[in-house]
């Protein structure tokens, strides 16, 4: 909270147009770092679901889980290429374009819905002890996300509810869990809750200092003009 309460007390003395560039520039700065970010958290999105495959394989074949993992990798491939070929216009952009931000949010749900959904698909063909472990990588790939996804909290609000959303449905309408459905659903939501608040504070802790950094910069270069004078 000093960041803010430091940015706030010299706010006052920039112009508009100073605090809008602030703005825009946190906001870039943001975007960039969570496409960086993208880009060394997709591989995990293809490690983890061949790391599980060979696992259920192992003990349940079965066609779903090819299928999951094939959907895993097409779509983790596709996400990589897009951040490749977005990341230098947004780099040449002065100001973050929203659609930067819309596509980068909705690709990380489609891959948050495979994992997801999969789960609601896979439970059935696959041990009380497997829906364990896959419930447990569900829960890393969310707290690795919680790091990557930092600098926007709609994205990883929604990357979220697209792991544990369909997670929690088929808690709710399955018996065949090593833990009863509804606890276990009622353990996810807690999780999940837990997330989005702590993440909130990380959030704004971040962009706090990115603005404190900026203001810094400004008023410097007001005083040294001041003194050339």
């Known amino acids: 909270m000093g960041n803010m309460d430091e940015y706030k007390s010299i706010k006052e003395n920039?112009?508009?147009?100073?605090?809008?560039?602030?703005?825009?520039?946190?906001?870039?700065?943001?975007?960039?770092?969570?496409?960086?970010?993208?880009?060394?958290?997709i591989p995990f999105n293809i490690i983890n679901p061949l790391i599980?495959?060979?696992?259920f394989v192992s003990q349940q074949g079965h066609p779903y889980i090819y299928i999951w993992l094939?959907?895993?990798?097409?779509?983790?491939?596709?996400?990589?290429?897009?951040?490749?070929?977005?990341t230098p216009r947004l780099l040449n952009d002065a100001v973050v374009k929203p659609k930067y931000i819309t596509e980068f949010m909705l690709a990380g749900l489609v891959s948050a819905l495979i994992w997801g959904i999969g789960f609601i698909y896979l439970s059935p063909v696959i041990s009380a002890v497997n829906q364990v472990i896959f419930l447990l990588v569900l829960a890393g790939m969310a707290a690795?996300?919680?790091?990557?996804?930092?600098?926007?909290?709609?994205?990883y609000a929604t990357y979220l509810l697209g792991l544990f959303v369909p997670v929690s449905i088929a808690m709710f309408t399955t018996a065949s869990s090593a833990v009863p459905g509804n606890?276990?659903?009622?353990?996810?939501?807690?999780?999940?809750?837990?997330?989005?608040?702590?993440?909130?504070?990380?959030?704004?802790?971040?962009?706090?200092?990115?603005?404190?950094?900026?203001?810094?910069?400004?008023l410097i270069e007001k005083l040294q003009n001041r003194k050339s004078e």
């Open 144 to 155: 690795g996300a919680y790091a990557s996804m930092s600098t926007h909290r709609l994205t």
């Open 14 to 41: 920039l112009s508009d147009d100073e605090r809008q560039s602030i703005d825009q520039s946190v906001e870039k700065r943001a975007i960039e770092q969570l496409y960086r970010n993208g880009l060394r958290a």
């Open 183 to 218: 606890l276990l659903s009622i353990f996810v939501i807690a999780f999940v809750t837990m997330l989005l608040i702590t993440h909130k504070l990380a959030n704004t802790i971040i962009l706090n200092s990115i603005r404190s950094e900026l203001v810094k910069n400004i």
């Open 70 to 86: 094939g959907l895993h990798i097409v779509v983790s491939l596709l996400r990589y290429a897009h951040i490749l070929n977005r």
């Open 52 to 55: 599980l495959t060979v696992i």
